[in-house]
């Protein structure tokens, strides 16, 4: 046991993320618009590109963690505040101009790491994320700025059904697309909350957080185990915990739901 000690500021990431995208994901289903953490996602990244190819240059950013942050959290701002504006003005085409602005910075991302003969090293970890290789220094800004999104919740639910909603998204989304990558991110924050999507309340949440763990889990083992991307490994085994819960699990509850009313 001893010898997976090394796994545990993975798991511990991997389930803070889950938690944070659990929140942000029941917003995310009931406001329609899916392609918005890949659109976040995405330019964090290009921000992430921004501060190792720019920022790096100068001493105060230079391998330091605000240096490798503060583009991520400067792009996600802006696309977040532009994506608000976009919702009030233009909600009827709200969907395809948020994958239009995923696939512009994507796109820009790749022409920034272009004359990088290490870019395709860049793209790759920037997709499918590094949490196998999470340290506890990886843990601390994450699980402080979780919890503070979740005591804000809880305290003004509000908060989350207007503007503020994107506010959020685009403070937790940098960091944790940092670890776990695009792939992993948007399927964290899309398949526990679709798959929990028909029950409601605390049963909504407490769904989706055992889907979510029994992914994470049952994915980082096989990556370390095998020594597989440990991004791709979760996505794959969080979409089985998803599909397994649709199959088996809910239908169970729902039955036990119907015999109760009768």
Known sequence: MSDYTWLAPAVLCGLI?????????QQVLQRQIIFIDLAVAQVAALGAALSQYWLNQYALFSDSWLGEIIG???MSLLLCGLIAVMEK????HLE???????????????????????GADFIHRILNGQLLWSTWDDVWPLAIITVAMLLLVWSKPEFMQGSGFYLIFAILM???????GIYLEFALLVIPALCAAALKGARFFIASLCIGIAGILSGIAASAHYDLPSGASIVVTLFLAGLLFNVWIQ????????????
């Open 89 to 92: 003005r233009h909600q009827q």
């Open 251 to 262: 239908p169970a509850i729902s039955k036990r739901a119907i015999n109760r009313t009768f």
């Open 17 to 25: 993320a889950l938690v944070g995208n659990v929140v942000l994901g």
């Open 174 to 180: 940098p960091i944790t697309v940092k670890l776990t």
């Open 72 to 74: 991520p959290w400067v």
């Open 96 to 118: 395809p101009m948020i994958g239009s602005l995923f696939v512009v910075s994507a796109s820009l991302a790749v022409l920034l790491v272009s004359k990088d003969p290490h």
